[in-house]
């Protein structure tokens, strides 16, 4: 599992798979939330701008991220 540092939260959800690298693009990120394939807390969550806090974990195509605030 990876750390991901964010310097303020609220972040939205698709903003952090896509500023991460995990997709190519804002338009990628959203379209992948929206067909269930991103889980947030080990849940499937389908919302584009789900607010992310710190602790959060997300987790994309084999790969898992956690959420600290700075």
């Known amino acids: 599992m990876r ?9 939205e959800l698709y903003k952090i798979l896509k ?4 997709v190519s693009s804002g338009g990628e990120a959203k379209a992948v939330i929206a067909a269930g394939l991103v889980l947030v807390n080990e849940e499937i969550e389908t919302r584009k701008r789900k607010k992310i806090i710190s602790g959060d974990i997300i987790e994309f195509d ?4 956690q959420i600290q605030l700075k």
């Open 19 to 22: 500023f991460e690298g995990m």
């Open 3 to 11: 750390e991901v540092i964010i310097s303020r939260e609220p972040v």
């Open 62 to 65: 084999n790969e898992t991220i």
